[in-house]
């Protein structure tokens, strides 16, 4: 008995890619033009210019959706949303700040915005454990009472939140948040501690 072969077109895959880019990217635009809006399904394909059951052919749901746009702006961003070593928690903001400054708009967008909100707090739970796996053992002789607080600082330092505030309120941009960001964690981690400051690899 004879099998089917599947036969999958180069071509094809590419137009799969680039659909999927294209509702990807038009559901940033949305999150930049849009602040305090939310936006259906209906919004982004008319702003991709696809059918709306192309949509639903590519992300089965809006959360879906939103799962792989954080996925995909970090990438834009190079950012290190959960990062697996200390000195990638402690140097992270370094090169993640100047970044949001090349994408203010969506950034500021997903810190505003209901869709960006849903967006962000979907990936808490794999951004606490990552950090709490990059600190647990250098703040593993403080108290669980300081312990948590060092997590819970560390993630407000680490934040897009942070960097609109010291843009906002200190006026710097991002290099020089992301060296103050940094600067804190290393010196709120080390006082905890009472040790030499975090050596980059």
């Known amino acids: 008995m004879s099998q089917t072969r599947k036969y999958t077109s180069p071509l094809r895959e590419q137009q799969t890619t680039?659909?999927?880019e294209k509702i990807l990217n038009a559901t940033m635009n949305l999150l930049e033009r849009s602040p305090h809006a939310d936006f259906s399904m209906d919004d982004i394909a008319k702003t991709a210019g696809v059918e709306r059951r192309t949509v639903f052919r590519h992300f089965s749901n809006k959360d879906a959706l939103l799962d792989e746009?954080?996925?995909?702006?970090?990438d834009q961003l190079e950012a290190q949303a959960r990062p697996s070593s200390l000195e990638e928690l402690a140097s992270g903001p370094k090169?993640?700040?100047?970044?949001?400054d090349k994408?203010?708009?969506?950034?500021?967008?997903?810190?505003?915005?209901p869709?960006?909100?849903?967006?962000?707090?979907?990936s808490v739970d794999a951004r606490r454990a990552a950090f709490h796996d990059c600190l647990k053992?250098?703040?593993?002789?403080?108290?669980?009472?300081?312990?948590?607080?060092?997590?819970?600082?560390?993630?407000?330092?680490?934040s897009a939140s942070a960097w609109e505030t010291l843009k906002d309120y200190a006026g710097i941009d991002g290099q020089k948040a992301g060296e103050a960001a940094s600067w804190a964690i290393e010196t709120l981690i080390n006082t905890a501690r009472g040790e030499t400051p975090i050596k980059e690899k």
């Open 18 to 20: 680039e659909t999927r």
């Open 137 to 158: 053992d250098r703040i593993e002789g403080a108290s669980a009472e300081d312990a948590a607080k060092i997590e819970a600082l560390v993630h407000l330092l680490y």
């Open 69 to 74: 746009l954080w996925v995909h702006i970090n």
């Open 103 to 113: 994408h203010e708009g969506i950034i500021r967008a997903s810190l505003h915005t």
């Open 95 to 100: 090169t993640t700040f100047p970044a949001f």
């Open 115 to 122: 869709a960006g909100q849903a967006m962000r707090l979907r």
